[in-house]
């Protein structure tokens, strides 16, 4: 009977400890979530956490080595408990000795005769200004950067003078100070590499095979209820009944998702950053389109002429406008030229504008496309194909910001932003003699590069997601699903015609594969390469690199798209989703044409 009641006791203490545990544990949880909505500081977050932490830790390893209802010897016990102890005399030795550690370290640095360096005080004084200084105990410093060296400043708090110091000769005098502490810490890890997993063995793993072996008697209808162990045998299972129940209100509260949209639905979770440029989206994620867009807003910020290089379909046209959008003349026209679809002979008359008689169709005056742009941007697409007489022109325009229509005396006033783009490499083109290299330098005031679809792996989701969702709301569709299969296909596929390409694949796909589900065998341009191969026109031998083999899947379309349209270059460019000076461009870049 006494020893009966002295389970009870046992059991009502060991219930005490689980809902105090417990509680500790939803208390973190808030406080997680404080630090998740950014509602308490990450530092003091982090402290807490790891505090908390090793609470939990310390009071699960008492609880089950010194209770009696563990099955446990007297050694695993000790173990279990001299761990937690040292865990716990550590990390509070560890928080004390962090302060004192730093601020001798930083002591005997101030006092060493490592060699410092002179600057002048007003220089110091802005250095100072524009650095993040830091306090250690009894010593402020800070690091900054100078004529392309790294230097540390270092003064005691109730001082005046700045002694500095090279970084590298810096690190040089603290690593002999630091190492004794980081081989003691490094030992003292080793040591309780090899303790834990005894104590791990003999105080989790024994309990849990004791459990299942409850379990089995459960299950065969035998009740032990003597026994010490159905005690753990019923928490275990009252716990596993909560589980239970949570899963099935989560079940109730979460839209069914089936394994096949798992992995892209997970992949969207996170929505991307949108701009509205005029009446197109914008949709990006990737870090590097966020630095291009910084350098468009930077650009936006000053009047001089902009380059925008890229490859077709990048969104060189879209970069454009957003500058425009940006500016101070955003409230001016926005005027595009293509100039790969100029005739020559048109060109002056077209850009500078023509007076009537001035040549034989000339019947009345002509605005050039300067004059419409007038307060606003003009924007010279293809700038590559522009011929080298018309360069000569262009150039005085962006030196004297004036011009003379065809066929007048008086010189007018550019009033107007120039923003230009090509897909070719101009330096390559000056070193041919096909491009101006005075005008290279002029209109390349700032440069911004577009990276390609291919290089932007992480916008590809969102892309395909917003072109879906906008073709499916203009023409009253219901938005597919996609397979897993699908989507990486869409993830691995190189996108030659980038953006552009990637929007007329997923037009193609809705009109032509309309369905709830879109599957691998749905894409057009993996029905494309299964027809090559079909066909033998698409092979790549083995052991060539990624890049050989882009270049082998080009060289390959383009060859198909050439016979399927006998030589007909226009016809082939449009079948590729190219214009006719960019594919023209590639054949020569691929050896295609001479």
Known sequence: MQSELA???????????????????LILTGIYFLGHTR?????????????????????????????????????????????????IVSTLQSRYYEFLFRNSILQQVYDTTVETMAIPELEMEQIRLQAEVQHIGNYSHFFFEREGNFFIALRMLDGNEWKIFHYLKYRESIHSLILPSVWFQICLSILVLLFFPIFFKESFLLPI????????????????????????????????FRIADMIQKAKKDLPEVSETFDFLESYLSSKPKTLEIGNTSLVYKSSIFEKTIQKVEQAARFP???????????????????????????????????????????????????????????????KGRIQEADGGSLFFDEIGEMPLPIQAKMLRLLQEKTYTPLGANKEHIANCRFIFATNQNLSEMVEKKLFR???????????IPLNPLRDRKEDIPYLWDFFTESFCNEYKMTKPKISQNAFRAILQYPWPGNIREM?????????????????????????????????????LPRGLKLEEELEQLSKDRILQALELEKGNMTKAALRLGLKRTTLRYKMKDLGILD
């Open 39 to 87: 509602l308490l500081d990450a530092v003091i977050l982090a402290e807490i956490m790891n505090s908390g932490i090793l609470v939990i830790f310390s009071g699960y390893v008492i609880l089950y080595t010194s209770s009696t209802t563990g099955r446990t010897g007297f050694i695993p016990r000790l173990l279990g408990m001299s761990l937690v102890f040292f865990l």
């Open 7 to 25: 389970g009870n006791r046992n059991e009502v203490s060991l219930t005490i400890w689980l809902i105090l545990l417990t509680t500790i544990e």
């Open 437 to 447: 290299e005075d005008l290279l330098y002029r209109i390349q005031v700032f440069n």
């Open 503 to 539: 929007q007329n694949t997923v037009i193609q796909t809705l009109t032509q594969s309309p369905k709830e589900l879109i599957e691998e065998s749905d894409l057009p341009f993996l029905r494309t390469l299964r027809n090559d191969r079909d066909n033998h026109a698409f092979s």
């Open 209 to 240: 095979q004791q459990l299942m072996e409850e379990i089995k008697l459960e299950f065969q209808g035998i009740e032990s209820r003597d026994s010490p162990k159905s005690f753990e045998f019923g928490v275990l299972r009252n716990a596993l």
């Open 304 to 366: 001089h002429p902009v380059t925008i290089t890229g490859e077709t379909g990048s969104g060189k046209e879209l970069a454009a406008r957003m500058i425009h959008q940006l500016g101070e003349n955003k409230n001016g026209p926005f005027v595009a030229v293509n100039c790969a679809t100029l005739p020559e002979n048109l060109w002056e008359a077209e850009i500078f504008g023509a007076k009537k008689g001035s040549f034989t169709d000339a019947k009345v005056d002509r």
